[in-house]
């Protein structure tokens, strides 16, 4: 059974760091790009990034290359998203996805003063 | 960026009646290898979306048939035969054939009338 477990909820001030971890069991964690989805209360969907578990390479939505990085540890198989200079509109739950197949559960990313 | 526009936004539907949901890119997702990358995603209230279908007609594991995507170039179509309870919620189409960024629909809301 293919299980994509993501850490818990997170309130951060504006201008923070948010780390949040998404981990995989049931597939092979180098077979598949790892995305990351924003989805802001009340909205739709928007890609922000993704990571080749297998080399590493990373993609970026152009609106948040700056402040984001996306990470892989395939001794764990574990995929990260690194939001830096939150901002209130950061405010959003952040799924990640294997391949757009397998979906965490989402993490709520709270940014508030 | 390719932009995905989804109509209605809004689609009431009665409870063994068909439901079909257009989705129009700005520019063709036939890919230089034949395939064309669009997706249809299923997200019912406070759940993470669920991908239906792939490669604009392909149903993923455990997709009832009553669903049915069709569509090329720009123009696609999700079609539901008989709309059951369990089938409300937003479903959004997604392209991956033009990438970066992966890029989704603004969301169909089906409900029961």
């Known amino acids: 059974e293919v299980q994509v477990i993501q850490s818990g909820a997170e309130v951060k001030k504006p201008g923070a760091t948010v780390k949040i971890s998404c981990q995989v069991s049931?597939?092979?964690?180098?077979?598949?790009?790892m995305h990351w989805v924003k989805q802001a209360p009340g909205k739709g969907l928007e890609w922000v990034g993704l990571?080749?578990?297998?080399?590493?390479?990373?993609r970026y939505a152009r609106r948040i290359k700056d402040r984001i990085t996306i990470t892989a540890d395939t001794s764990t198989d574990t995929a990260y998203m690194e939001l830096r200079g939150l901002r209130p509109d950061d405010t959003a739950v952040y799924y990640c996805?294997?391949?757009?197949?397998?979906w965490g559960q989402g993490t709520l990313v709270t940014v508030s003063s | 960026d390719v932009v995905m526009t989804q109509s209605p936004l809004s689609l009431p539907v009665s409870l063994g009646q068909p439901a079909s949901i257009s989705c129009r890119s700005s520019?063709?997702?036939?890919?230089?290898?034949?395939?064309?990358?669009l997706n249809w995603f299923h997200q019912r209230p406070g759940q993470s979306p669920r991908r239906l279908i792939y490669?604009?007609?392909n149903r993923d594991p455990g997709v009832p048939d009553r669903f049915s995507g069709s569509g090329s170039g720009t123009n696609f179509t999700l079609k539901i035969s008989r709309v059951e309870a369990e089938d409300v919620g937003v479903y959004y189409c997604?392209?991956?054939?033009?990438?970066?960024?992966?890029?989704f629909g603004q969301g169909t809301k089906v409900e029961i009338k």
């Open positions: 996805a294997g391949e757009f197949e397998f």
């Open positions: 049931g597939y092979t964690f180098t077979d598949h790009y």
């Open positions: 990571v080749d578990p297998e080399d590493g390479e990373t």
């Open positions: 520019q063709s997702l036939a890919y230089r290898d034949g395939n064309t990358f």
């Open positions: 490669k604009v007609s």
């Open positions: 997604m392209q991956g054939t033009h990438w970066p960024p992966w890029t």
